[in-house]
C-alpha cells in the first residue's frame, strides 16, 4: 500500500488486512518483554493503535489521546503497537505520564509484516487504527495515509460507544 511521510511517497509490505477478515498470527512483546499473540488481543472488543515511532509528536499525541479516552470505555481493551523497542515505550511512558494504555512492540516487525503495514524503508509500521471484536475480526479500521497526520479519534471512539458491551 503506498502511504505518504511529509508529503513523500512510501510502501508498505502490502494489503492491509481488510474489515471483516480475522487478524493474521503474530506475536509482539510487552513492557516485560513476554510475547503476546494475535489470541491474546482477541479477548473483547479491543483498540488497536498502530504508530511509526512512539518518540515522535503526533505519535505521541495519539497515544496520549486514547489514553484519557480509555476512562470512557469498562469492557474494552486499548493498545498502541510501534517498531520501538519495549525499553523505548516505558521511557516514553514514564516521561509523558501514561500509565493506562498498554504499549506492545513491534521491533521485529512481526505484526507490521503480517498486517501489510510494515515500511521497510525505515521499519516503522504506518500509522493506522484497528477495531477488533472477541473472535479477532477487525470491525473497523483507519488507515491514514499521510504518516504525519492524527488519527479519526471522533469516528473510532462513536465506534466503541455504539458496540461496548
Not at 3 to 15: F, V
Not at 92 to 115: I, P
Not at 130 to 141: A, L, N, S
Request: charged share 20%.
Amino acid at each position: 500500500m503506498e502511504i505518504t511521510r511529509h508529503g513523500t511517497a512510501i510502501m508498505t509490505n502490502g494489503t492491509p488486512t481488510a474489515i471483516g477478515e480475522k487478524l493474521p498470527a503474530f506475536t509482539v512483546k510487552d513492557a516485560q518483554g513476554h510475547s503476546l499473540t494475535t489470541q491474546d488481543l482477541s479477548q473483547r472488543l479491543t483498540l488497536i493503535s498502530v504508530v511509526p515511532d512512539i518518540n515522535t509528536r503526533v505519535c505521541s499525541i495519539s497515544t496520549k489521546h486514547f489514553n484519557e479516552d480509555m476512562d470512557a470505555f469498562d469492557n474494552v481493551d486499548f493498545y498502541t503497537i510501534s517498531t520501538n523497542t519495549p525499553q523505548e515505550q516505558q521511557t516514553w511512558c514514564a516521561a509523558e505520564n501514561v500509565k493506562k494504555m498498554q504499549l506492545l512492540s513491534d521491533q521485529n516487525a512481526d505484526f507490521g509484516k503480517a498486517m501489510g503495514l510494515f515500511v521497510a524503508d525505515n521499519h516503522t509500521d504506518a500509522r493506522s487504527v484497528w477495531i477488533i471484536d472477541d473472535t479477532g475480526t477487525v470491525k473497523y479500521r483507519e488507515l491514514i495515509t499521510e504518516q504525519t497526520h492524527e488519527p479519526d479519534y471522533t469516528s473510532a471512539l462513536a465506534y466503541l460507544e455504539a458496540h461496548q458491551h
